[in-house]
Nanobody, 115 residues
Framework: QVQLVESGGGSVQAGGSLRLSCAAS????????MGWYRQAPGKQRELVAS???????NYADSVEGRFTISRDIAKNTVYLQANSLKPEDTAVYYC?????????WGQGTQVTVSS
């Protein structure tokens, strides 16, 4: 079992920045992959960014160059640095962990970007 707790969401104006954090209940160093997803009202949940156990990262085209995913293994925490935010980034952001082939989800944190 893995518990994930997100924090760092909030309301910002377009062009602003936020740093989301996801704290895991156990060591993340060997996790196959961790990632951030988001879900806007009326839309499906979508992958924003992911990071593998080797440190390889992947980003959705819509956030490439603006968002950065990173991790601090010593703190069991994954981060999402979101810069140059746009109104279309407004969504609930969820942390995801796959230690093996089972998905674990956090409760989500709201990000609202106003124009």
């Amino acid at each position: 079992q893995v518990q994930l707790v997100e924090s760092g969401g909030g309301s910002v104006q377009a062009g602003g920045s936020l740093r989301l954090s996801c704290a895991a209940s156990r060591s993340i160093g060997s996790f196959r992959v961790m990632g951030w997803y988001r879900q806007a009202p009326g839309k499906q949940r979508e992958l924003v960014a992911s990071i593998t156990s080797s440190g390889s990262t992947n980003y959705a085209d819509s956030v490439e160059g603006r968002f950065t995913i990173s991790r601090d293994i010593a703190k069991n925490t994954v981060y999402l640095q979101a810069n140059s935010l746009k109104p279309e980034d407004t969504a609930v952001y969820y942390c995801n962990a796959m230690p093996t082939f089972v998905n674990y989800w956090g409760q989500g944190t709201q990000v609202t970007v106003s124009s």
